[in-house]
């Protein structure tokens, strides 16, 4: 008994076109033809399409298979490769669909690491502000991005000389950025004196201190008007002057 190249495809539950390129990539043999032309193909056409479409099926790529030759032998090395290739990506599902429901319950933001700060303590910050933090996420390491957390859950209230900060037009006038900073001052101050390890929070950056700062420098040129970088670069120098060295980089 012979079979067409359609009726094997159909017999395999495959497809013309793969069994076509089965043959063009050197996956199953040719058959022969009868005297009109036409391929006739056998049993072994279709067992072995069968084992290409099983594979297949259970996520061997057609390199693989190839690789695997032509034997009947059974690839127990290949199966239990691709075992725990599947386990690896069920348990990144898993860690994945565990991290959506987080976000469904809490309306965390998607943008910020899991489990970083409560999604309340996210949504004071100013949209500008926010965008800062998910920059900072990127280069801190675990430790700086557990005081930074611990911050940002119990930041202070900003009295009304500090949001106007948020405010601040790029061409703010001298004796306006001075009152900013008069009131941030005290303001960082507080803050810093409760939580201290925000200070060295660059310490454990992955990619070292001065990478930190670059990043977190070249993000804050683009986010802040130049007003507002002014009044943060005075007040950093009022704060390493008066504190010796304790304000933020």
Sequence with gaps: MAWSTREIAE?????????RHYHQIGLLAEPDRHNNGYKQYGAA??????????????????PQIAAMGDSDEH????????????????????SARAELAALLDDSSHIDLPSNFVR??????LSDVDRSLVVVMTRVLGPRGLADYG????????????????????????ESTRREIVEHLVPYLRAVYAAHPG??????????????????????????????QLDVLRRTREILRATDDGSGTG
Aim: charged share 30%; glycine share 4%; proline share 7%.
């Design 11 to 19: 017999l395999a539950g495959t497809s013309l076109r793969a069994v």
């Design 45 to 62: 056409h279709l067992v072995r399409l069968v084992r290409i479409k099983r594979l297949t099926d259970l996520g061997f790529s057609l």
């Design 75 to 94: 690839p127990e090395e290949a199966l239990r490769a691709l075992d725990d290739e599947l386990a690896a990506k069920m348990e990144r599902i898993r």
């Design 119 to 124: 999604p309340d303590a996210v949504a004071k």
């Design 150 to 173: 611990k911050l940002l859950e119990n930041v202070p209230e900003e009295p009304a000389g500090v949001l106007a900060f948020d405010d601040l037009p790029a061409d703010a006038d």
């Design 198 to 227: 925000v200070l060295e929070s660059r310490a454990d950056a992955p990619k070292g201190p001065s990478h930190f700062d670059r990043t977190v420098a070249a993000a804050m040129s683009e986010l802040y008007n130049d007003a």
